[in-house]
């Protein structure tokens, strides 16, 4: 095998294919494909999305990220102006497995309003009782399908 240079010599090539990526492309690939896309808890990318219901509830919603990420959730807040129906709908398109609901009621009591990813509604708990669950799920990679 050999090529011409720019001083029209011919010269061998000393590197014939790179692909330093390649295999964790296709691992990537594999994972997408296996998971659909609804990664485990464990291995979203983003674990949780707190959906505050106005602007009013911000500041709790930076409190309860805060706590989520000293444990060492991946955690978003979605503080756009937008109806909450479509928060919820984008992220169950987004395929996020938590979203953590926040009104009037849920920072009166502190409390959380819990969705988990194509199951719905899973009530009110508190934000320790969500975060003890959340970390096992995390730590113990538990897959619940």
């Given at each position: 095998m050999a090529y011409t240079t720019q001083q029209n010599d011919t010269d061998i090539p000393l590197i014939i294919h790179r692909a330093p990526l390649g295999t964790h492309?296709?691992?990537?690939?594999?994972l997408l494909e296996h998971y659909a896309?609804?990664?485990?808890?464990?291995?979203?990318?983003?674990q949780v999305k707190i959906l505050p219901l106005s602007d009013?509830?911000?500041?709790?919603a930076k409190e309860i990220k805060a706590s989520l990420?000293?444990?060492g959730?991946?955690?978003?807040i979605d503080d756009r102006n937008e109806k909450i129906g479509r928060k919820i709908r984008e992220a169950e398109l987004s395929r996020v497995p938590y979203m953590l609901i926040l009104g009037e009621k849920e920072m009166e009591?502190?409390?959380?309003?819990v969705r988990r990813q194509g199951k719905g509604d899973m009530g009110v708990q508190l934000l320790e009782e969500f975060m003890n669950s959340i970390v096992d799920e995390i730590k113990e990679r538990k897959s619940t399908e």
């Amino acid at each position: 095998m050999a090529y011409t240079t720019q001083q029209n010599d011919t010269d061998i090539p000393l590197i014939i294919h790179r692909a330093p990526l390649g295999t964790h492309e296709r691992f990537i690939g594999f994972l997408l494909e296996h998971y659909a896309g609804k990664f485990p808890t464990w291995l979203a990318p983003v674990q949780v999305k707190i959906l505050p219901l106005s602007d009013k509830y911000i500041d709790y919603a930076k409190e309860i990220k805060a706590s989520l990420r000293r444990e060492g959730v991946r955690v978003e807040i979605d503080d756009r102006n937008e109806k909450i129906g479509r928060k919820i709908r984008e992220a169950e398109l987004s395929r996020v497995p938590y979203m953590l609901i926040l009104g009037e009621k849920e920072m009166e009591d502190a409390k959380l309003s819990v969705r988990r990813q194509g199951k719905g509604d899973m009530g009110v708990q508190l934000l320790e009782e969500f975060m003890n669950s959340i970390v096992d799920e995390i730590k113990e990679r538990k897959s619940t399908e």
